[in-house]
């Protein structure tokens, strides 16, 4: 089994960066596959989720309306698209696969929509992570 990230790198503020999950391995249609970011001196975070099996999606708030997940089955790949980059989106990325949905947490509501917290429990497999940087 192997999780492949791959497109991190440096960007400035403001700019976009796409990044790849190539997976490997298990039965791809089977797993949600998510990306996790984690800062220097920073707790883990769930960013983005995606079910192969139906296509539901989830996305942490702060980059709600400026990532995209994106799945192609036929080539087992999961993509994020990054834009309007801030540099509090600096981190190590990390995808992660799960057998069925996607982990998530506890639902909130901003007082306009509602967001769903993504947990990495129960998540089966793990990338090694790719560095993205934005600079000011």
């Known amino acids: 089994v192997q999780l492949v990230e791959s497109g991190g790198g440096l960007v400035q503020a403001g700019g976009s960066l796409s990044v790849s999950c190539a997976a490997s391995?298990?039965?791809?249609?089977?797993?949600?596959i998510a990306w996790f970011r984690q800062a220097p001196g920073k707790e883990r975070e769930g960013v983005s989720c995606?079910?192969?099996?139906?296509?539901?999606?989830y996305y942490l708030d702060s980059v709600k309306d400026r990532f995209t997940i994106a799945s192609d089955n036929a080539r087992n790949t999961v993509y994020l698209q990054m834009n309007s980059l801030k540099p509090e989106d600096t981190a190590v990325y990390y995808c992660?696969?799960?057998?069925?949905?996607?982990?998530?947490?506890?639902?909130?509501?901003?007082?306009?929509?509602?967001?769903?917290?993504?947990?990495?429990?129960?998540?089966?497999?793990w990338g090694k992570g790719t560095l993205v940087t934005v600079s000011s």
């Open positions: 992660a696969a799960a057998i069925g949905l996607c982990r998530t947490g506890r639902t909130y509501y901003t007082g306009s929509y509602y967001y769903t917290d993504l947990i990495s429990d129960g998540m089966d497999y």
């Open positions: 995606i079910s192969s099996s139906d296509g539901t999606t």
């Open positions: 391995g298990f039965r791809f249609d089977d797993y949600a």
